[in-house]
């Protein structure tokens, strides 16, 4: 690249993100930039540990086994397994290709998927950045919103290094979708209502992003329809019908790119294909009334109704044509409103309150917004613009997602952070610290962002302090709440110890899957397989099992259940009181399968390995040794046992049926039985032998 043609490039992007040829607001974004950065690199030393990349959470850990199984050769970035091609291939085929790039090694992969996170969010910053120069003008307000959005704890853990989840991959096509959007039916610097043809290929790029990135896609471009019924309104108010044509233009080839993914590459099913035509066909619509009442009287009164009726009408055509559409939608919102199983489907308030819930997991970004949509309200009123009004129905919007779901708190950290932006400047203004956004004065919509010419005025040392004090406050929270969860959440070293050792003493005796599956919690369950045995696509079997087997009391009839299924299982030191009463087997297990006065011990579960501390204990399913002969009284049977981290006493009780008895031990060594002395060999336990112990 020549130095012009380097040049140019870099004016580009620079006109393309709004940014300043201003040194101190390069510096200003460079620094809230860094703050995005830096918060999501806090995790890193609990991701890299012993040399091995451990992921943060149990979802990860399925990324991170498809895209290995593209890097190893087993699938193409094209030919996706079936789970992955109609769950989320563009984030798999994207992260495979990144690591393919960078040489399709063990460590690519293991890069790639650790730290992609941390590029999402500085992606999704800077867009945030330009959607706030964008709907304001005001290169101070994208400031504060790359500043909010840093220390939402939502957006901060979810793109935390080591979070793979798809939810970041979205968070990129999401704001991405409403950069364009801004773009055209705003104006991007000097261009205009309308926007360019490069923002009708970013919309395009954004809808289809987000329609092929996750399953559920469609859920997170219901607001875009909202925003294209806006323009409808606001088109038919107007002279011009370019926004809503150009918009109606970057669904179209949106729903082209979506389709061709569809049927080159199998990608997503077909019903996110008829979502996307869907929302193609409901916008031609839009364009039409809007046309048609703008010629008869200009009345967006009128423009509303009809574009109600037709989604009323467009979405009875639909059900009644396509059955599947409408079981897919009754599927979807049964789980939104129903399915709690895992918490980051529960509730925002659920665990913390009306108050502290949102303060815990969004920071201050919901209470900043709430001045922020009036002086917004006020904007767009004043300043004839509907930017404003869209960035506010699309926080609306993830505000009610996020309030049914926890996890949709990431989509609306974007929103909140921009209208938090200017709700922070205007309580700033209202304090005297800060210039106040000149909201109230109509511009032109090419103008140049105010503040961009000159740069940031630095105020006197007074208000510099107290400016510097009133972010602290906002800021300071949700940065210490982030990182706070982070820890919450990060794979403690005990852990991945534990599946090491796993692996280790699977390795040694050649156990292949699934003799080496490991049964455990299902939130640790991914993790413990990777780790052990590569399987790390389901943890479906130890959610629908685990739980149910350690708060029973049927060691036998769970032996058998998981024999030939089952290699090792996993006993954390669980604080769920439930699980600790005397017969459960969660409770024997801990007393490491020996028996107590009021619990009898496990013949068919051999503890093997226990941490420091035994947070963890591991235990491997054997036949057992029985041991049988003659008592005349309840007789305690016992043998030391040596274990890597735990050093016992394995007892069981016999008890007598007409003067004979029966029990099965899990360990090898020398028991005492009432006197007698009987050597069990690892063999016998092994192959289930009985041993007859003689009288003295």
């Known amino acids: 690249m020549t130095p012009d043609s380097s040049s140019r490039f870099s004016g580009a992007v620079g006109r393309t993100l709004a940014l300043s040829s201003s040194v101190p607001i390069r510096y200003a974004l460079a620094g809230t930039l860094a703050v995005v950065v830096t918060i999501r690199l806090v995790p890193v030393t609990s991701v890299y540990q012993d040399g091995a990349v451990v992921l943060t959470g149990n979802d990860p850990y399925a990324y991170r086994y498809a895209v290995e199984q593209v890097v190893h050769g087993t699938a193409t970035p094209w030919s996706l397994p079936d789970g992955v091609a109609s769950g989320e291939p563009l984030l798999v085929s994207t992260l495979a290709l990144a690591a393919l790039l960078l040489g399709g090694s063990q460590w690519a992969a293991d890069t790639v998927v650790a730290w992609y996170l941390v590029v999402s969010a500085l992606l999704t910053a800077l867009l945030v950045y330009g959607i706030a120069v964008r709907a304001s003008g005001d290169a101070r307000i994208g400031l504060a919103a790359v500043l909010l959005l840093a220390v939402t704890p939502m957006h901060g853990f979810r793109t935390s290094i080591g979070f793979a989840d798809h939810h970041a991959f979205d968070y990129v096509f999401l704001a991405l979708t409403v950069y364009a959007l801004l773009g055209i039916v705003h104006g991007p610097d000097r261009s205009g209502p309308g926007g360019t043809g490069s923002d009708v290929a970013l919309l395009a790029v954004g809808l289809a992003g987000q329609l092929l990135a996750w399953e559920a896609g469609p859920l997170l471009v219901v607001p875009l329809a909202f925003a294209i019924g806006l323009c409808g309104v606001a088109t038919a108010a107007r002279d011009s019908v370019r926004p809503l044509s150009s918009l109606v233009a970057g669904v179209a080839w949106g729903t082209v790119l979506t389709g061709l993914a569809h049927v080159g590459f199998g990608w997503q099913d077909t019903v996110v294909v008829l979502a996307a035509g869907t929302l193609f066909a409901g916008s031609l619509g839009v364009l039409s009334i809007a046309s048609v009442c703008q010629r008869l009287d200009r009345s967006w009164i009128l423009t509303a109704i009809l574009e109600v009726g037709l989604v009323v009408l467009g979405l009875a055509v639909l059900f009644s044509a396509f059955p599947d559409a409408g079981h897919a939608l009754e599927r979807g919102i049964d789980r939104l409103l129903h399915d709690t199983r895992i918490g980051e489907m529960s509730s925002l308030t659920e665990d913390y309150g009306l108050v502290l819930g949102p303060l815990v997991l969004l920071g201050f970004g919901p209470f900043l917004a709430l001045p922020g949509i009036v002086l917004g309200l006020r904007a767009a009123w004043r300043r004839g613009s509907i930017a404003w009004p869209i960035l506010i129905a699309y926080g609306a919007y993830f505000a009610v997602l996020t309030a049914i779901q926890r996890r949709f708190g990431g989509e609306l950290a974007p929103f909140l952070a921009l209208l938090g932006g200017l709700g922070l400047l205007g309580v700033l203004g209202w304090l005297d610290l800060a210039k106040p956004h ?6 032109a919509l090419s103008s140049r962002p105010d503040h961009h010419r000159d740069g940031l005025a630095v105020p006197d040392r007074t208000r510099l302090t107290l400016l510097g004090g009133a972010v602290g406050v906002f800021a300071g929270s949700g940065a210490l709440y982030t990182t706070l969860i982070n820890d919450r959440l990060a794979t403690d070293r005990a852990a991945v110890r534990a599946a090491r050792w796993i692996d280790a003493y699977a390795s040694e005796r050649g156990w292949e899957y699934p003799e080496n599956y490991v049964l455990s919690e299902w939130g640790r369950n991914r993790m413990f397989n990777y780790f052990v045995n590569g399987q790390s696509a389901s943890y479906g079997y130890a959610r629908r099992y685990y739980e149910d087997f350690l708060f029973t009391s049927d060691a036998a009839g769970w032996y058998e259940h998981f024999d030939g299924r089952v290699g090792f299982i996993v006993v954390p030191d669980l604080e769920y009181g439930g699980y600790t009463h005397s017969r459960r087997l969660y409770a024997r297990l801990r007393k490491l399968g020996s028996a107590t006065e009021n619990a009898p011990g496990l013949g068919h579960y051999r503890a093997v390995y ?56 899990a360990h090898p060594g020398t028991y005492t039985v009432d006197g007698r002395s009987v050597v069990v060999t690892e063999r016998d336990v092994r192959d289930g032998r009985t041993l007859y112990v003689g009288r003295v």
């Open 438 to 443: 000149r909201a109230h004065e109509r511009v």
């Open 610 to 665: 226990a941490s420091p501390d035994r947070d963890y204990l591991v235990f491997t399913l054997v036949p057992g040794a029985t041991l049988s002969g003659t008592i005349s009284r309840r007789t305690r049977i016992e043998t030391e046992v040596s274990i890597p981290g735990a050093d016992f006493e394995y007892v069981r009780f016999a008890e007598p049926d007409d003067g004979s008895f029966s029990v099965t031990v």
